[in-house]
């Protein structure tokens, strides 16, 4: 097993990590009075893109966890997928710094900690896969 091939089993089992974090979100961020203040249809569509992009992290797991050989071959699909997982999480980190104000939601240690984690974990995932989707084959 290669060393890249590790990093990408790592990266696999960091996403379900990620999911975890989240599924604290809508406790954390109120969202069952705060989405409550909405139109149903906006409601809806907020839980329904959650439950999107939830599928797609578990995507990424699951396909970094059984195909990790695979995606460090250097094939276009291989690249291709890489650079696709990479750009998601340089896309989430880049909101992530320049769009989000979480402030005011990390009243506490463990909330300003995770934050953080999970920064570190988009800046794992965003060098990890862009390192894949371009590193010369050997």
Known sequence: M?????????GGLLHFGVLIASALV??????????????PLSRQLIWTHGVFIVLVIISFGVLSLINAEGLVTGTLLARSVCAFIALFWLSRLAIQFFVFDAKPFLTNTWLKCGYHGLTLVFIYFSTVYGYTAVAPTA
């Open 2 to 10: 290669t060393t890249l091939e590790t990093l990408i089993l790592i």
């Open 26 to 39: 809508p406790q954390v961020l109120n969202w069952r009075s705060e989405l409550a203040k909405l139109h």
